[in-house]
Every structure is written in C-alpha cells, then in structure tokens.
C-alpha cells in the first residue's frame, strides 16, 4: 500500500513534527529473533525519545511479548542491538519500571498492597528494604491512586485495583522509562479512565510504552505508534504509523479521549528526529 | 500424658527428650522451608527428592554392609542423592517444561526403587520401614546438631534474601527485571530443602515429610497476611503438632511420625472446611440483604 500523506493533528500526534528531538530512550537496531526454527523479527529498527508516550501494537502473537522480553533483558536479540537509556538492557533495569499482565498469579498468596509495591525497590540479588524507601512506596502509591489499599490483601482487590498496585510497583522504583503490557485488558471503564489520568500524570517524567493487542484506537496521550508489522517470511518488522484525533472510538476508551491509528500511512523512524514522513 | 511428662524428665530415658528437642527442632524448618516451598509451588519436587532419597540411603548400606566403604552412616548416601535429586529436578524444571512431570515422577520411582534393591542386597536391613516412616526415637546427638545447625542457616538465609525470595515466588518475571537472579533462588531453595529432607526424615519419615513441609505452612497462610507471618504460623503449629503427636503416641503407643501428620493434615482439612463453611454463609447473607 503507498504510503499516504500526513499532515496537520496527524503529523503532531505521532511527534513526525519536531522541535529539537530529545536524546532516545529505546532503541532497536536491526534486531532480528527466533524461537527455534520460528523467526518472530526480521531486522526490525525502531526508537522512542526521552519523555514520549508510546503504543506498541499489534495482534495477539505478532511478538509484542517478544519486544517486551528484548527490551526488559529477558531475551537477547540474534542479531542487531537493543538499547535502554543508551544502555544493554540488563544494566538499564534499575531505570525501568515493567508493569506486567500478572494474570497467573496464585491468589492464595498471602502478600498486602504495600509489600507488592516495596517489591519495586528490590536491587538485583542482596539487599534488604530500608526505611529510606519508604517515601518513594508512599509516593507510587499515592501517584497510582492505590493509597487507600495499602493494608488490603492484595487477593481481596479487584482486577482493575490490582493493576494499578502494579503500575505503583513499577513507580516505586523511579523509573525514567515506564513498560504497561496490556494495561487495560478486562479493566472496567472507571479503573481505565483512573489509570490513564496517572499515566497523564506521570507523562513528561517518564517515557512511557504500553503494549497493546488493540490495533484501531490509543489514547490521546500517545506520542508515538509502533506497530508490529506483516509477516515478512522471515520474521516482523515494526512500523512507525501515524494517528489522528476521531470522535468514532467508543466511549470511555482510554479514560476519554482517542486516536484512531492510520495503518495505511508510514512514518520513517527517523520522522520524529527531524525528517518528515513518506510523500511530504 | 503425666507419662509422657514424667518419661520427658526421666535421666534413664534422654530419647523421649532428644524426640522432643528434635520435633522442635523440626518446626522451624517445617514452618520457613515449609512456607517458601508452598508459595514457590514446589512441594511436587520436594516429593520426588524425598522419595529418592531412599536410594542414597540403600546404597550407603549396601556400600557399608560389603566393607567396600566401612562404616558408611545412611545419612552420607541419603545427603548426596537429596542433593544429586534437587540438581536434576531443578534443571529439569527449568529447561525441560513439557515432560516435567514425567522425568520428576521417573527420579521419584527410580531413586525409591535403587533403595528397596540395594536394601534387599544388604542383609540385616531388610526393613525400610523406619526410613519410609520415620522414628523419632532413635534420634541421636549428632542428629540434634546437624538439625540445630541447618535451623541457623535457613533462618539466616531466609532473612537476608526475603525480600529476593517473595518477589521470585510471587511474580518471577518482575523479580528478573528487578535483577533478582531467580534461577539462582530457585535452584538454591530445591538444594537447602533437599538438606532438610534429608535430616527431617528422621522424625516423619521420607513418605511424610512432604506433608509437614505443606501442611502447617498452608493452614498458616489461611490467616496470614505476609510470607513471613506464613513462615511463623507455621513453625508455631508444627511446633504445636510436634508436642502434640509425641505425647499422644507415647500415651497410646502408636507411631510418632504418622500421628503428627495426621494432626496436622486433621487441622489443614478442618480449617479449609470451616473457612469454605464460613464463606458459603457470607455470601448467603449478603445475597439475602441484596434482595430486600
């Protein structure tokens, strides 16, 4: 499909017009990866800036996970690199906060809201928690709107509360890069909009990326849209898309307003340093 | 029971002493190593070592009965199969996830089946019985010290890698980017757990020793509100179960091992029973106060 032409609220949306671009965040270069015998990405190149809102998106087996296990250091690429904070990933972690999807938790696990946020001050293997944390966990709790839960059983709470304890977890580490996976996945409508007016909150402070199997809407927070791209034989790339503001989303996407993702437009990955989209 | 009391303070008697000293000796590593192995879910594996450890236990008889390695003690074979049974089942564990169960259940059968085999070979100790099931009151001194000492180094451990060992056990992705090396605690907790198999079978036997390793922890983590309280719930109710089971057997000469698990097992049931009773009531009411 060629490519089309974007301009205006479109171009803004996925940042194609910038100002002095601020140092990356996230980058992939060239990165290829395989499960075995099955290639999951093909050379696939793209970034996030410092301070971003970014949705990575794509449907349910594209490899988002795979993404998310590359970036977090949980996987390592075949080839080409990956760089978090201009780092390896595994020495970026103490700057990354991951918000995981947590849905094969053991609800018999006897643990409070407070001592599953302090597990976001955990620092690699020795160290015990000291009474110097304690700010940042009262800090993350009150950012995600979960300071009322603290002494509730964390098992007790609903499944849109639970998320938001972990998005708290993730804060508790002061995180400069933010991961969400599937945030909002069977979230009701109020925990959605309390979890995206945090998001807001913490957009600026942090770069932020949520993955997400919804390919039509994100939230008009978004900075930057990556989409997981065709299969090419040999694996994904990932495609720069642009969005524009519509008022066709359904109600109460996104705790208000949407964009709907253009996937027949392609912005070059350089676009938001400078360089304008395909057929400008 | 004044018999028990009276047979616990008896000079002629110091095994009753040494059972009860061991039984609370016991609780500490029933009730720490007993709640991080039911959090972890692990208690399958900790079975297989159990069981397997049978086999080290048949082979340092065999070895010591044919003069190939004189005087040999069980608890030598017992220690390098625990050990040899963790490495394998955690490895397994980690790499082999589609036939996990298999291969687990197949080190269970094999390790068990070497011990009945080289049992059978070794004349004199034809009987497993007391290894199956345990005897408390043929507990020695030494066992008492090698209890004591791998009591300080769970203890120890358990406090200076809690906040590694929840986060592995409640969520393992998040611990890994958090840095925590979670192969490193997994593998670690399977090795010091194959240890306290090893040294716990003495009172419960290698049969029943996975149930004292799930049961009071599990009924502690009904009320508990922490890994930790979970940890010091279940060491007070093994303790409790301990005292308990070996006043009762010696009152009514039965087995010590069997009545303790079977209190314990009694108190796990009873408890889940009266909390599911408890909570079939709540929810009666509160659809009630829904309709009116």
Known sequence: ?280 | MNGFIGALFDPAMPFVRNAVIAGLLSSVLFGVLGAIVTVKRIAGLAGAISHAVLGGIGLALFLSFKGIVPGLPPIAGALVFAVLAAVLIGIVSLKAKQREDTVINAIWAIGMSLGVLFIAKTPGYADPMSYLFGNILLVSGRDLVLLAVLDVVVLALAWLFYPQIEASAFDEEFAQTRGVPVVAVFLGILTVTALAIVLLQTFVGIVMVIAMLTLPAGTAGYTARSLAGMMVGGVLLSALFSLGGLATSWTLDLPAGAVVVVMSGAVFLGTAAARGLLQAVRKRHSAAGGTR
Request: hydrophobic share 40%; proline share 5%.
């Open chain 1, 1 to 280: 499909m060629e490519p089309v032409v974007i301009s205006g609220n479109a171009a803004i949306a996925t940042g194609a017009i910038a100002t002095a671009p601020k140092p990356i965040a996230m980058k992939f270069e060239g990165v290829s990866y395989a499960y075995g015998q099955v290639a999951v990405l093909d050379n696939a190149t793209f970034h996030i800036h410092e301070g971003e809102f970014a949705v990575l998106l794509g449907p349910n087996g594209a490899g988002k996970t795979t993404i998310l296990r590359l970036l977090l250091g949980l996987a390592r690429p075949d080839s080409g690199r990956v760089l978090v904070l201009g780092a390896n990933p595994r020495f970026a972690r103490d700057s990354v906060g991951y918000v995981p999807q947590h849905t094969t938790y053991d609800p018999a696990f006897p643990i409070t809201v407070e001592e599953v946020v302090r597990m976001g001050r955990l620092r690699g293997a020795v160290g015990r928690f000291r009474r110097e944390h304690q700010e940042a966990i009262d800090q993350a709790l009150e950012l995600a709107g979960v300071s009322d839960l603290r002494a509730r059983l964390y098992s007790a709470l609903s499944g849109g509360q639970r998320r938001r304890v972990l998005v708290a977890r993730a804060l508790a580490g002061k995180p400069r890069f933010l991961v969400l996976d599937e945030p909002t996945a069977n979230m009701d409508a109020d925990s959605e909009r309390g979890l995206y007016r945090a998001l807001g909150d913490i957009k600026g402070t942090a770069t932020i990326l949520v993955v997400t199997h919804d390919t039509g809407y994100v939230s008009a927070l978004t900075d930057t849209v990556l989409c997981v791209g065709e299969h090419r034989g040999r694996g994904r790339n990932v495609t720069r898309h642009a969005a524009a503001p519509t008022a066709e989303a359904p109600e109460g996407f996104f705790g208000g307003q949407a964009l709907r993702v253009l996937h027949d437009t392609t912005v070059p990955d350089s676009a938001c340093c400078g360089e304008k989209a395909d057929g400008v």
